[in-house]
């Protein structure tokens, strides 16, 4: 190694690199790896199926998928669309998500210069936030968050900042927003519909975050993966249609809960074309591109879908939820009934004599013993001491599975 030219460095970071070599430092872990571990999510997946049990900590999402979507990609594979793809995805695909998005939410979007397919919703997160941050850069999240918008950010020494949602009805106050940035802040994260909470933004709490934005120079980084998930009287909104957050919102999305594709790998970033082509390079030194023949699949479906499918799945949907809400309360749990997504956050408080354990990973565990169905800890989605009370359950699933663990949970009591 020290034989080794050392390109395209600064001299001062060329001797900090060299200076790092002299010291002989060994094989060893990064100075990031000992202080991560397992997604929770993950660990309980992998207990549900150690013990057989059902599954509602993942988002896995084993609905059916849409004939014309899978048939799509059989198609796709047998005309022989197995090889790369140019690094922004395939052109019919990214003319159709401009296309349905102009068509549903009204924003006018450019397929050849302010799309990018990605590898699922977080890879597109990876690649933004590889593009746009640099270590040290803060941006803020709201909690409770998603773990991995967290782990992404870490992974690349960027610093997640908690701002707290009212735990009451997971509202938003923008005095806290204001009070948590600083000169080093450069984003503003927005899950909508969030998980795990499923927040649905409103309108005023989103052109209050475009103000805020505007006036500290941020970008606001919007996740939107489960925005046909919407119950009741919740609109979706994304915030680069609010007036003057076009350029300075990076929208990302994909299909992996639309078309239960989870493991298809499909998603995207909408852009304005001066930060596109930056987060392209960082996808493509990533994961090169997104499945070739999924992206065909998905074309299909995006293309022939229209607005009754949306419209069905989130009636679909909002029955699962009533069903895991009525079960939830029979176990003796009190749920945060959600306005969008498809998960549950439900406190566990009066049920310290059923359910052992101090901490809700302790009590997500007691809980699959008991009964056979798998929910994640609530601290997963808080910072640390926080949480503790709550577990979260997911209800995309198939209505048999989904009554089987309604049953089971009933028998909690």
Sequence with gaps: MKHSVILDMRPEVAKMVQAEIAKGRGLGLSE????????????????????????????????????????????????GHNIYTRLDGI????????????????????????????????????AVAMALFDQGDEVLLFEPFYGYHVGTLRSLRVVPVAVELDSRDWSLDLDRVRAAITPRTRAIVVNTP??????????QELEGLAQIAREFDLFVLTDEIYEH???????????AAIDGMRERTIVMSGFSKTFSVTGWRIGYVIADAKWIGAIGYFHDLLYVCAPSPFQHGVAAGVEQLGKTFYAGLALEHESKREMLVAA??????????????????AST?????????????????????????????????????KGEDLLRFCFAKKDEDLADACRRLRGLR
């Design 32 to 79: 990031l790896a000992p202080r991560v571990m397992q997604s929770e999510i993950r660990a309980m997946t992998v207990e549900s199926d150690r013990v057989g049990g059902v599954n509602l900590a993942q988002g896995v999402c084993d609905t059916e998928v849409p004939q014309v979507v899978a048939d799509g990609a059989i198609a796709a594979i047998r005309d």
């Design 91 to 126: 052109q019919r695909l990214r003319r159709a998500i401009a296309e349905k998005t102009e068509r549903m939410q009204g924003l006018v979007v450019d397929p050849e210069r302010e799309v990018l397919v990605t590898s699922g919703a977080t890879g597109s997160f990876h």
């Design 194 to 203: 969030s998980n795990p909470a499923g927040k649905v933004f409103t309108r």
């Design 229 to 239: 998930f919407i119950y009741g009287d919740a609109k979706h909104l994304s915030p």
């Design 328 to 345: 939830l309360k029979d176990a003796g749990m009190t749920p945060h009934i959600p306005d969008g997504a498809y998960y549950i956050l």
């Design 349 to 385: 408080k009066g049920l310290e004599h059923v359910l052992n354990g101090e901490t809700a990973a302790q009590r997500a565990r007691s809980l699959l013993a008991k009964t056979g169905v798998a929910a994640v800890a609530g601290s997963a989605f808080f910072r640390a001491g």
